[in-house]
């Protein structure tokens, strides 16, 4: 099974024909997380075939609109979808009530329970464990309070082996068990390491997700050695100070940090609009940091 990430949107500050602001859907297995929600989110679902009930969480990374003005659009037409259950949404302070006075502006009563799960600044926090996979925060280095997201998929059962299965007679009941990892033990108390009756865990598959940021070495901690790393490559480094004054970043100062987290991918995105294509950019990360891909809207990375 893969984990898979869908680009809804990789542009900065407005939407351009080719590109809507900041959205991302991250599957673990049947979980679907969806990261930011810029203007243009919804669209972007329909194009994708993603249904927006498939959902129970929503991740917000700032404030800044190009990250969350697609919100209340969307919560609005799950209301008009006649959702039931519950939606979580994890987000700075202070957008439950922009939230709160648009509900009560539009005289709506959602169908569903809405639930706000404030981020705090104070370095890694679990803030949501599924069956699937377990989701932390961290502090990125912005204009404003904004937070990156890691996604570690949880450990998977183990594989019998099936000759095992028959040679120690092992019944159905124990088998879960000794996918989880324990040993057997036969009816005659001889202890069967787990080893000799499975195949090795597969590793779990990591994903990071860092945008708004100016290249800042301290996060690197919380993204170290995973899979699939998201770094916002604003603009090119020939406009470092330009990045630098708005707390952006530039693609090689991405791939820098894709380097030194030991990441095994790099995706770049977040692109200034005056970029309309972006190979530029992608060149000049692969300089540093060669397993790199730009992100482009509709984008699917898998991670097999
Ligand atoms: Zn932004
Ligand atoms: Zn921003």
């Not at 070495?217 to 330009?242: M, Q, W």
């Amino acid at each position: 099974m893969s984990l898979k990430l869908t680009i809804l949107g990789c542009g900065s500050a407005t939407p351009t024909i080719d590109r809507n602001p900041t959205a991302q859907v991250l599957q673990v297995l049947e979980r679907f997380f969806l990261i930011d929600c810029g203007e243009g989110t919804q669209l972007q679902m329909r194009r994708n075939k993603i249904r927006p009930r498939h959902f129970d969480h929503i991740f917000i990374s700032h404030l800044h609109g190009d990250h969350y003005l697609g919100l209340f659009g969307l919560l609005s037409s799950l209301h008009l979808y006649s959702r039931n259950k519950p939606m979580y949404v994890f987000c700075p302070p202070k957008l439950k009530e922009i939230i709160d006075l648009q509900l009560t502006a539009s005289g709506t009563r959602l169908s569903y329970e809405l639930h706000f799960h404030e981020l705090v600044e104070n370095g890694e926090q679990l803030i949501i464990e599924t069956n699937e996979a377990a989701v932390y925060s961290f502090p990125m280095n912005h204009r404003i309070p904004c937070w990156g997201f890691k996604f570690v998929e949880k450990p998977r059962p183990k594989s019998m082996k099936g000759e095992k299965i028959r040679e120690y007679n092992i019944s159905f009941s124990k088998i879960d068990e000794i996918r989880n990892g324990n040993n057997f033990v036969n009816e005659n108390g001889k202890i069967i390491p787990n080893d000799e009756l499975t195949f090795p865990a597969k590793e779990t598959r990591t994903y990071a997700f860092c945008s708004d940021t100016i290249y800042d070495e301290s996060i690197i901690p919380y993204v170290k050695g995973v899979d699939l790393l998201y770094h916002e490559a604003t603009f090119a480094h020939e406009l470092l100070d330009k990045a630098t004054n708005r707390y952006h970043t530039t693609a090689l100062q991405a791939a820098t940090f894709a380097l030194k987290a030991e990441a095994k991918t790099l995706i770049i995105g977040h692109y200034s609009s005056r970029y309309g294509e972006v190979s530029a950019l992608l060149n000049e990360a692969r300089t540093v940091f060669e397993n790199t891909i730009a992100a482009s809207d509709n984008l699917v990375i898998e991670i097999s």
